[in-house]
């Protein structure tokens, strides 16, 4: 199984961009790389997802490193809503049904 | 649409008892998935199906645990014999199409 490195924690001051980055250095080329968060008391919802180019969503952007060993999750502007755990997943190509979801980066946005 | 329905929310139980969790999955929806949540292993799938039939149950901590998915719109994850370590978060999530899943409030159990 494809892992994922990712921070325990960052922080964020509202209405500011927020970079979240992701390492995937034993990808495979058929892996899609996707992220859900999890809200408090909540469960996990869907963020984003790509392959190769960078995407665009209402959510978020993602960008995607050019040897897909790494990519980041970019939140335009952090609002206090946008407080969560964030999980950089990779689909596995074996089953791709499978997500292996790790520990997550645990986002604190400040007012 | 009303999401991904789990029932109860809260269930507190005594070791050695049965317990069963309920989903009802977005319809339309020919995925659904059970994961448990604890603080020590984070987010664990334990089974899926896939139009009603179970693909995957290689997460299946035991034979305590039991899925079972009768029709579209229902699914159970059963223990019997419950015991503490089973205490933890269980979510079920659908899916349609290949890249979302849509996860339910969760069933925080709690086997004293």
């Known amino acids: 199984d494809a892992k994922t490195t990712q921070p325990n924690s960052m922080e964020s001051n509202e209405e500011e961009p927020v970079h979240l980055p992701c390492n995937h250095s034993t990808i495979s080329g058929t892996d899609y790389i996707h992220w859900y968060r999890q809200l408090p008391s909540q469960g996990p919802e869907y963020v984003i997802h790509g392959l190769t180019s960078n995407v665009n969503n209402r959510m978020a952007s993602l960008a995607i490193a050019e040897d897909r060993k790494s990519s980041t999750l970019i939140l335009h502007r952090a609002t206090l809503r946008d407080a969560a755990v964030y999980y950089c997943?990779?689909?596995?190509?074996?089953?791709?049904?499978?997500?292996?979801f790790g520990s997550g980066t645990k986002l604190n946005v400040k007012p | 649409d009303a999401g991904v329905i789990q029932s109860p929310r809260h269930e507190v139980t005594e070791m050695g008892q049965e317990v069963t969790l309920r989903c009802k999955p977005i319809?339309?929806?020919?995925?659904l998935f059970w994961y448990r949540q604890t603080m020590m292993r984070g987010l664990e799938l334990l089974i899926y199906f896939n139009n009603n039939v179970p693909i995957d149950d290689s997460g299946m901590p035991e034979d305590r645990f039991s899925a079972k998915m009768p029709n579209a719109s229902f699914s159970t994850l059963k223990i019997q014999p419950s015991e503490p370590r089973d205490s933890a978060v269980y979510f079920c999530?659908?899916?349609?199409?290949?890249?979302?899943?849509?996860f339910g409030p969760g069933t925080r159990l709690t086997v004293l």
């Open positions: 999530a659908s899916q349609a199409e290949p890249n979302t899943q849509y």
């Open positions: 319809s339309g929806h020919d995925y």
């Open positions: 997943i990779l689909r596995d190509s074996d089953n791709f049904n499978k997500f292996y």
